[in-house]
């Protein structure tokens, strides 16, 4: 296990496979750590990527904070990107990794070549009498099969991300638009925690967006792993051969 400091924060990760390869940095969601990645790294590095798995602050070997907004999980990815100088990077994120991926991408985009987004946790657009956003409970089923007895996060990460997600956030989704790098977006389906409608909403706005639906739930790449890694290898291979177009 590898540790850099950024923005104060000392962030673990697990690095592998080929280091002049192309960086692909993995970003777990809320509840989980690097190690939810372990069956999928061996698929990239086979296929010739630098992996980094990183723990996000407040989980795992990373360390713990007074600060759990958004933003900052955001800045710590920046950070990481620029400390570690990575460049033609590709972002993985599941659920609140994926957010801090989009993020990223939107501050740092000369850094990043492309962006795979595992059941987004893309907050509300606006707050209606009709409109549902996702529940700290409804996000607290999606991510039970992550949690375990052995409890390795902070729990103030926990609530403070999910309490952030239910708000609704109308200058996330205007900034969609300008993310304009390749994305797949897959959703886990009716099953997931995350409404499909949605993902299919921020794959509209994305100029440059796929979505592929694989309907086991929020953790996709933990319940189907073998079509999780088929789609993902698949787009990055259209991605690395430059012949990629939304769908």
Same mark, same amino acid.
């Given at each position: 296990?590898?540790?850099v400091?950024?923005?104060? =924060?000392?962030?673990?990760?697990?690095e592998s496979?080929?280091p002049?390869?192309?960086?692909?940095v993995?970003?777990?969601?809320?509840g989980?750590?690097?190690?939810?990645?372990? &069956?999928?790294? *061996? &698929?990239?590095?086979a296929?010739?990527? @630098?992996?980094?798995?990183v723990?996000?602050?407040?989980?795992?070997t990373? #360390?713990?904070?007074?600060?759990?907004?958004?933003?900052?999980?955001?800045?710590?990815?920046?950070?990481?990107?620029?400390?570690?100088d990575?460049?033609?990077?590709?972002?993985?994120?599941?659920?609140?990794?994926?957010?801090?991926?989009?993020?990223? $991408?939107?501050?740092?985009?000369?850094?990043?070549?492309?962006?795979?987004l595992?059941?987004?946790?893309?907050?509300?657009?606006?707050? !209606?009498?009709?409109?549902?956003?996702?529940?700290?409970?409804?996000?607290?089923?999606? =991510? %039970?099969?992550?949690?375990?007895v052995? @409890?390795d996060?902070?729990? @103030?990460?926990?609530?403070?991300?999910?309490?952030?997600?239910?708000?609704?956030? %109308? @200058?996330?989704w205007? #900034?969609?638009?300008g993310?304009?790098?390749? $994305?797949?977006?897959l959703?886990?389906?009716p099953?997931?925690?995350? *409404?499909?409608?949605?993902?299919?909403?921020?794959?509209s706005?994305?100029?440059?967006?796929?979505?592929?639906?694989? *309907? =086991?739930?929020h953790r996709?790449h933990?319940?189907? *792993?073998?079509?999780?890694? !088929?789609?993902v290898?698949?787009?990055?291979d259209?991605? &690395?051969?430059?012949?990629?177009?939304?769908?």
């Amino acid at each position: 296990m590898k540790s850099v400091v950024v923005n104060g =924060v000392r962030l673990g990760y697990r690095e592998s496979g080929d280091p002049a390869g192309v960086p692909a940095v993995l970003l777990h969601g809320s509840g989980s750590s690097a190690r939810t990645w372990d &069956r999928f790294t *061996p &698929r990239l590095t086979a296929a010739g990527y @630098r992996t980094l798995a990183v723990d996000l602050r407040g989980h795992a070997t990373s #360390d713990r904070s007074r600060d759990y907004t958004l933003r900052s999980i955001g800045d710590d990815v920046v950070g990481l990107l620029e400390t570690l100088d990575l460049r033609d990077t590709v972002l993985i994120g599941h659920s609140v990794g994926g957010y801090a991926a989009l993020d990223a $991408a939107r501050r740092t985009p000369e850094r990043i070549a492309g962006l795979v987004l595992e059941d987004l946790a893309a907050p509300p657009r606006e707050r !209606t009498r009709s409109a549902k956003g996702v529940s700290p409970r409804q996000v607290l089923t999606g =991510v %039970a099969g992550i949690l375990t007895v052995r @409890r390795d996060y902070d729990l @103030r990460a926990l609530a403070s991300l999910l309490r952030q997600l239910t708000r609704p956030d %109308a @200058r996330w989704w205007e #900034d969609l638009a300008g993310v304009r790098h390749p $994305a797949l977006l897959l959703s886990g389906g009716p099953a997931s925690c995350i *409404p499909p409608r949605r993902l299919a909403e921020v794959a509209s706005l994305l100029p440059a967006a796929r979505l592929t639906t694989i *309907p =086991v739930g929020h953790r996709v790449h933990s319940l189907a *792993p073998d079509r999780f890694a !088929t789609e993902v290898l698949a787009f990055l291979d259209v991605m &690395r051969c430059g012949s990629y177009e939304a769908a």
